[in-house]
């Protein structure tokens, strides 16, 4: 981190995470109201749902970037960004924080929350903006960190939105105290319950459990978890700790060198050769996007992202084997397979694949991307089709089946995306 000043402009570069509930606008009320004569002028590059290579593609952003005389500017990728496609946020992140430390301004990476229905990815998103921020030599804001301590330490305080995927409110006002504590390394313990921005109320807590969340804020900015702490590996024998397995499934990927390479017993070797394999694998990808080859770069990604997950949640097929995670607003056909073979927990896993191919085509691609992750022995069959819409506030509405997948009743396939993607309300639609 630069020197700190009682005055910072800052840029905040982001999506709904950055700009819901005039998040930048709180940190500005919170530093106006410490009567230390702090003052924070902010101004933001957003859109809806967009990621870091959106804003690097983006006139208006690489042109506010250059005209700000910043003394941040704070990058904040998509919510499964760093999860699903780690190469492209790291990549865009890379080439962002160049334009950015060009004019003279420091980046702070916004580390965001994992989804109510899937609390166990708030490692692999710490981890991935983590790395990328020490990677570059840039400031960290553990805002996601400070949501999953809040979730254990004030489990009454709601920080999310009721789409179970943004801030609500608290989790907005929470979201600043961190930036506070960062920007200005100090506590913002006493600072208002209450904030108002651009002649509007965006927050109002009770005060003690305003005084809670900021004690959070603060204790989260000064004592980050060490690097032995961000992944779920212990220093067990492989036999506990199921290292053998993974290493089993290295094997089956083609690494078998890197699988024999590391300490029999040793956890943090195996993480070093995770390591190496992902960036051995996202090297070669480069070169074949460079030249083209991108159906090739796209199965080394996959690779390279497997072993990615490998290192923070060991082999865990829910995990690497998921459902296409349909865009909002999404309305159209899908196809429902099962995924069963070796390493695939019985009685298998349902995922849902576009339908907008030919069904075959699908099933085909879907064989060949459990390959890329490793399990070669896996087999994918279709057991329905339906005709979908994914509403704003995550309900699934079903409302057609085709026959020409399987036999599949609406009820059935209401159960089936209920088992693809838990947490989501399914309904069915006469």
Known sequence: MKSLSRNLKILFIGNSHTYLHKMPGMIAALASADHRGSCLYAQQCTGNGVNLQWHWQSRATRDAIAAGSWDYVVLQDRSGGPLAERDLFERHAALLDGEIKTQGAATLFYMTWAKRSRPGDQWALAEAYTDTARRLGAGLVPVGLAWQNAIHEAPDVDLFHPDGRHAGSAGAYLAACVFYAVLFNRTPEGLPSAITVDDKQRVKLDPDRALQLQRIAFHTVQDPP????MTPLSDQPES??????????????G?????????????SALRSDLDAAAEAFR?????DRARGALHSALRLERRAWALDVFKIHGLDAARLIRSVDFSVGYSGKILMVRITGEWVPEPGRVCLRSGDDWHHEILKNTEAEMQDLGFETAIVTPVGG????????????????????????????????TRAFPGRTVTIRD
Request: aromatic share 6%; hydrophobic share 35%; net charge negative.
């Open 255 to 267: 690494l078998e060198s890197i699988a024999a390479a590391g300490g029999s017993d040793s956890p």
């Open 283 to 287: 090297e070669k990808a480069r070169h």
């Open 226 to 229: 060490p690097d032995s702490q």
């Open 240 to 253: 506990e700790s199921g290292l053998g397995i993974i290493r089993q499934h290295m094997t089956s990927m």
């Open 386 to 417: 339906a005709w979908v819409r994914f509403e704003t506030d995550d309900t699934i509405v079903v409302y057609g089946t085709s026959d020409a997948y399987g036999a599949c009743d609406k009820a059935n396939a209401a159960r089936l995306i």
